[in-house]
């Protein structure tokens, strides 16, 4: 039952070239950048990210990014990151752009065995109809765009089918953690951290402080140790702010 591995880079050794990788965070809190740099040292690359955005220049999932790791992406927000926009316009990423409630709940059917389901979110638009720019061929033209998806009408309204997504790792930021893989985010940080945790077929925890089992209030477990596979700790993680704020 001990989850607990003695280093990130031990926690993401079997993650091969071309997995999908559910990563948690929401801009640049609660974002596992102690598995994410594990990763850039293993020289893995062809990775299909899912989250919420792709991280900034230089931080987060940037510097996957930077490094030439990941072959596509989905999630809701691309901006704060040019190196993201070059690649993405040159041809060189493909990104499927979800709506962020979309994104969250197709993470969420996935880890509860839920196959697809049905959303009024983009009916009538390109999310539905199809046709967003998935990948660009480098010189301004469209070379993969994405399939229509099928719409049904429930009670007089329309609502078009989105499908759950599972991922072969998941990795995840936390505040505290057991021994179990039970976990406990720190407020905002917990955003996308649970969703991706259950979409994962393996599910690897950066953990900030790692208590013995019993330790935690079972009523604030925000995801049960059998959603999660290996716990690392990661203490004293650098945590950035993203827009900076002072008063004169």
């Known amino acids: 039952m001990d989850k607990v591995v003695e280093s990130a880079e031990v926690a993401v050794r079997d993650v091969a070239s071309g997995a999908s990788l559910a990563v948690g965070g929401f801009g640049l809190c609660g974002i596992p950048v102690a598995l994410i740099a594990a ?22 999932l940037g510097v996957l990014l930077a490094a030439k790791r990941i072959r596509r992406t989905t999630g809701s927000y691309v901006g704060e990151n040019k190196e993201f926009e070059r690649q993405f316009l040159s041809g060189e990423l ?35 109809n199809g046709g967003l720019p998935w990948r660009y061929d480098g010189a ?32 995840v930021h936390a505040r505290y953690g057991d021994r179990h893989g039970n976990l406990i985010y720190e407020k905002s940080a917990q955003n996308f951290n649970p969703l991706c945790a259950a979409a994962g077929r393996i599910t690897i925890a950066e953990v900030e402080e790692i208590v013995e089992p019993g330790e935690l209030d079972p009523m604030r477990v925000h995801t049960p140790g059998i959603f999660v596979q290996r716990v690392v700790g990661a203490p004293n993680g650098e945590k950035r702010i993203e827009k900076r704020t002072v008063s004169a």
Do not use: H, M
């Open 39 to 60: 990763l850039l040292e293993s020289g893995v690359d062809e990775l299909e990210t899912v989250s919420n955005n792709c991280g900034v220049d230089g931080w987060s």
């Open 94 to 128: 493909e990104v499927e752009l979800v709506p962020q409630g979309t994104l969250a709940e197709r993470l969420r059917a996935g880890g509860a065995g839920i196959p697809a389901f049905y959303t009024p979110a983009g009916v009538g638009t390109q999310v539905a």
């Open 140 to 171: 301004g033209q469209v070379s993969l765009a994405s399939p229509p998806k099928e719409v049904r009408e429930f009670d007089g309204r329309s609502y078009v089918l989105e499908r759950a997504i599972r991922t072969d790792f998941a990795l």
